[in-house]
Antibody, heavy 118, light 107 residues
Framework: QVQLVQSGAEVKKPGASVRVSCKAS????????IHWVRQAPGQGLVWMGR????????NYAQKFQGRVTMTRDTSISTAYMDLSRLRSDDTAIYYC???????????WGQGTLVTVSS | DIQMTQSPSSLSASVGDRVTIICRTS??????LNWYQQKPGKAPKILIY???SLRRGVPSRFSGGGSGTDFTLTISGLQPEDFATYFC?????????FGQGTKVEIK
């Protein structure tokens, strides 16, 4: 079955960068977009951007432009989300999401908690 | 960006009750609307996709409806494990946007 397994929790200082990985299995990685969504403590969900694993093309939310980079390694079916110049309000759970299209829906990773604290 | 307005923000209900949650969008999204359940410390679990399609493995007491700008999630016969937060999401275009959530609590 489809699985998205994310990397473990991270603690970072303000100004640092973080990389979150998302390893896909159970389907052909290059066939479906991977999106990244985050949820700050007690807050709603915010879309960060998406990656086309086949071409490597990306689209980022305006809020994160210039700070976020989404990449992939197709040889190991893994997507990455890098966020730089971290601030305390970047403390959140970060999710990768496979978009399998209108007729199937979405599959979510288990989430990765990133804590930004001095 | 498409704005999502979900109501109510919270509700109290008893086991066995029928519960309806509403999601309205700022522009027409056809049926590109998903519903999720989320419990504390867990990832969102998709219940309904394409406005009314039940995801495999989700109990049939969950149902979704609507199109255009007005959508509903109904739980027919609330069970103890259904007490959670529910939210809607549009995938008509990017950026994806989400409702603020409805917390379903035990009366």
């Amino acid at each position: 079955q489809v699985q998205l397994v994310q990397s473990g929790a991270e603690v970072k200082k303000p100004g640092a960068s973080v990389r979150v990985s998302c390893k896909a299995s159970g389907y052909t990685f290059s066939h479906f977009y991977i999106h990244w969504v985050r949820q700050a403590p007690g807050q709603g969900l915010v879309w960060m951007g998406r990656l086309n694993p086949d071409s490597g093309d990306t689209n980022y939310a305006q809020k994160f432009q210039g700070r976020v980079t989404m990449t992939r390694d197709t040889s190991i079916s893994t997507a990455y989300m890098d966020l730089s110049r971290l601030r305390s309000d970047d403390t959140a759970i970060y999710y990768c999401v496979r978009d399998a299209g209108y007729s199937y829906g979405l599959d979510w990773g288990q989430g990765t908690l990133v804590t930004v604290s001095s | 960006d498409i704005q999502m307005t979900q109501s109510p923000s919270s509700l109290s209900a008893s086991v066995g009750d029928r519960v309806t949650i509403i999601c309205r969008t700022s522009q027409s999204i056809s049926t590109y609307l998903n519903w999720y359940q989320q419990k504390p410390g867990k990832a969102p679990k998709i219940l309904i996709y394409a406005a009314s399609s039940l995801r495999r493995g989700v109990p049939s007491r969950f149902s979704g409806g609507g199109s255009g700008t007005d959508f509903t999630l109904t739980i027919s016969g609330l069970q103890p494990e259904d007490f959670a937060t529910y939210f809607c999401q549009q995938t008509f275009n990017t950026p994806w946007t989400f409702g603020q959530g409805t917390k379903v609590e035990i009366k």
